[in-house]
């Protein structure tokens, strides 16, 4: 069963708009969540992560909410630019006093931004 | 600082055979994690070792094993290769344990035949 859930497979946006990308988790013991990018070829690379104690958190152009009574987090991408144009993961781990480091993975959303 | 190195990048298989793979964390960098990313299961945890100790472990089978070593640097062995093993193993390392941001490395392409 899983656990995280990317819903939509991809998602075409135009340069300069708004891009949400959506995650929703089951395993309410989650308690800090991670979003990160993929080009081909390329391991993913960390973009921000947020802690169950926030629900938003802030970094240059890329914003992660987070509604854990609906145990469902988004980032948004203001403005959208072409070389976002990656695989979007989000990941979530059952955090700090659990002591584990596992993450969780959804299986990703592929962002197309066009020019 | 250079980034997570994975070798071999890639590598070619017979069912059966056994396969080591390679991951060198960023310096300074004590936590390597092991994930392997299929097109059907997405990106799944193997094992977390931290300090030469294994702290965590996926849902694999015991063919799956791995190690670390003192310098950080960690090898993840598959025994008795099956196809469904085909897939991209990817390293991540971290300065500490726990739920904190990894660095990837770029992966290894493994293909049974």
């Known amino acids: 069963d899983q656990q995280v859930k990317q819903n939509s497979p991809s998602l075409s946006v135009q340069e300069g708009r708004i891009s949400i990308l959506n995650c929703d988790y089951t395993n309410s013991m989650f308690d800090y969540f991670l979003w990160y990018k993929k080009y081909p070829a390329e391991g993913p690379t960390f973009l921000i992560s947020i802690s169950s104690i926030k629900d938003k958190n802030e970094d240059g152009r890329f914003t992660v909410f987070l509604n854990k009574s609906a145990k469902h987090l988004s980032l948004h991408i203001v403005p959208s630019q072409p070389g976002d144009s990656a695989v979007y993961f989000c990941a979530a781990s059952l955090g700090v006093n659990s002591g584990y480091s596992t993450l969780t993975f959804g299986k990703g959303t592929m962002l197309l931004v066009s020019p | 600082k250079a980034g997570v190195t994975q070798t071999p990048r890639y590598l070619i298989k017979t069912r059966g055979q056994q396969v080591t793979l390679s991951c060198s964390p960023i310096s300074g960098h004590r936590s390597v994690s092991w994930y392997q990313q299929t097109p059907g299961q997405g990106l799944q945890f193997l094992f977390e070792?931290?300090?030469?100790?294994?702290?965590n472990k996926g849902n694999f089978p015991g063919r799956f094993s791995g190690r670390q070593f003192s310098n950080s640097r960690s090898e993840m062995n598959v025994s008795t290769l099956e196809l469904g093993d085909s897939a991209l193993y990817l390293c991540?390392?971290?300065?500490?344990?726990?739920?904190?941001?990894?660095?990837f490395g770029p992966g290894t392409r493994l293909t049974v035949t």
């Open positions: 991540a390392s971290s300065s500490r344990t726990g739920p904190y941001e990894q660095y």
């Open positions: 070792y931290f300090s030469e100790t294994q702290r």
